[in-house]
């Protein structure tokens, strides 16, 4: 099959990450319609080529080696955000915050949650982002997923959703979404994002290059109610570094790039952290971080 035009080669991946570490993809892609998306798939399903898709690169870790195969951002109609009704049409490129936003400004309720979530839409409903007690699969009606074959529609009881993940495969992506919201006053919407951001803002890390909660919060029954970020500050991990990478001063799920870190560096951190909770309270924490490449993570990502 014929080469896509348009293609990167070597791109710098570390730059579209919020952490910024990692190496380049083997290729490099901008799809901005859903049939220049499946074209792309298409191309990677015949010559065997593995794909990763990177939004706003708020959750993610990169290879330091890079990633052999194709990274796509998703651009133009897939990252558009348009009203229809009492609808939010978005593409899965959209940036959430973005798209919490416009909706306040439209008048619509039911997603100010998301102007917490700093990811985008696609990435977001693959894993079944939620915020300040906001849910996804709350809100969102359908969204449109692109394979090699074709898009099609699924509702949310066909995206299997769980805490923190769903039934979403490797390389199905996210086109498109809509989300059915309720009328309301715009200030009153805008007053309660208003609120959300200070939260965040007063309990969270900001301005500095990291990737937002390391550690999903835990359901085991030792952990007593107590989130990830409690369970690594109890166990000394506030303030703890490896190379250039350390948990935060100001919120111990936060991993902070301090300058020059390496995706090995986040990732020996990560384990150290997942080991003292692990060894003080018997409580195993998950990661909830994605990986792209070939990363040596078994003592994060292993039983």
Same mark, same amino acid.
């Given at each position: 099959?014929?080469?896509?035009?348009?293609?990167?080669?070597?791109?710098?991946?570390?730059?579209?990450?919020?952490?910024?570490t990692g190496g380049p993809a083997d290729f490099y892609a901008r799809p901005d319609s859903a049939e220049r998306l499946v074209e792309l798939l298409a191309w990677t399903d015949v010559e065997g080529i593995e794909v990763g898709?990177?939004?706003? =690169? +708020?959750?993610?870790?990169?290879?330091?080696?890079?990633f052999r195969g194709l990274v796509m951002?998703?651009? =133009? /109609?897939?990252?558009?955000?348009?009203?229809?009704?009492?609808?939010?049409?978005?593409? =899965? =490129? /959209?940036?959430?915050?973005?798209? +919490?936003a416009r909706a306040a400004r439209e008048g619509l309720s039911g997603l100010e949650f998301?102007?917490?979530?700093?990811g985008t839409v696609g990435g977001a409903v693959k894993m079944n982002a939620n915020a300040y007690?906001?849910?996804?699969?709350?809100?969102?009606?359908?969204?449109?997923?692109?394979?090699?074959?074709?898009?099609?529609?699924?509702?949310?009881d066909?995206?299997?959703? +769980?805490?923190?993940?769903?039934?979403?495969?490797?390389?199905?992506?996210v086109a498109r979404?809509?989300?059915?919201?309720?009328?309301?006053?715009?200030?009153?919407?805008?007053?309660?994002?208003?609120?959300?951001?200070?939260?965040?803002k007063a309990a969270q890390p900001s301005g500095i290059k990291t990737f937002g909660s390391t550690f999903k919060n835990p359901d085991d029954p030792r952990a007593e109610g107590r989130s990830a970020g409690v369970l690594l500050d109890q166990a000394g991990c506030r303030g703890l570094g490896v190379g250039g990478a350390r948990f935060s001063d100001k919120h111990a799920n936060f991993v902070e790039n301090t300058g020059h870190a390496r995706t090995a560096d986040v990732i020996a951190l990560m384990a150290e952290g997942r080991r003292r909770v692990r060894e003080r309270f018997g409580v195993q924490l998950e990661p909830e971080v994605q990986l792209l490449g070939d990363i040596d993570a078994a003592e994060v990502y292993g039983p």
């Amino acid at each position: 099959m014929t080469e896509p035009d348009a293609l990167e080669r070597d791109f710098p991946l570390a730059r579209l990450t919020t952490v910024r570490t990692g190496g380049p993809a083997d290729f490099y892609a901008r799809p901005d319609s859903a049939e220049r998306l499946v074209e792309l798939l298409a191309w990677t399903d015949v010559e065997g080529i593995e794909v990763g898709v990177i939004g706003s =690169g +708020s959750n993610l870790l990169v290879a330091d080696a890079g990633f052999r195969g194709l990274v796509m951002k998703l651009d =133009g /109609a897939l990252a558009s955000i348009e009203r229809d009704g009492n609808r939010l049409l978005c593409g =899965g =490129g /959209a940036r959430l915050p973005q798209a +919490s936003a416009r909706a306040a400004r439209e008048g619509l309720s039911g997603l100010e949650f998301g102007v917490n979530i700093p990811g985008t839409v696609g990435g977001a409903v693959k894993m079944n982002a939620n915020a300040y007690g906001g849910d996804l699969s709350r809100v969102l009606e359908w969204v449109e997923v692109a394979t090699s074959s074709g898009t099609d529609r699924r509702v949310p009881d066909d995206l299997r959703f +769980s805490y923190r993940r769903s039934g979403l495969a490797p390389r199905e992506v996210v086109a498109r979404a809509a989300f059915a919201l309720d009328r309301a006053e715009p200030d009153e919407v805008k007053a309660t994002l208003a609120g959300m951001r200070e939260r965040r803002k007063a309990a969270q890390p900001s301005g500095i290059k990291t990737f937002g909660s390391t550690f999903k919060n835990p359901d085991d029954p030792r952990a007593e109610g107590r989130s990830a970020g409690v369970l690594l500050d109890q166990a000394g991990c506030r303030g703890l570094g490896v190379g250039g990478a350390r948990f935060s001063d100001k919120h111990a799920n936060f991993v902070e790039n301090t300058g020059h870190a390496r995706t090995a560096d986040v990732i020996a951190l990560m384990a150290e952290g997942r080991r003292r909770v692990r060894e003080r309270f018997g409580v195993q924490l998950e990661p909830e971080v994605q990986l792209l490449g070939d990363i040596d993570a078994a003592e994060v990502y292993g039983p």
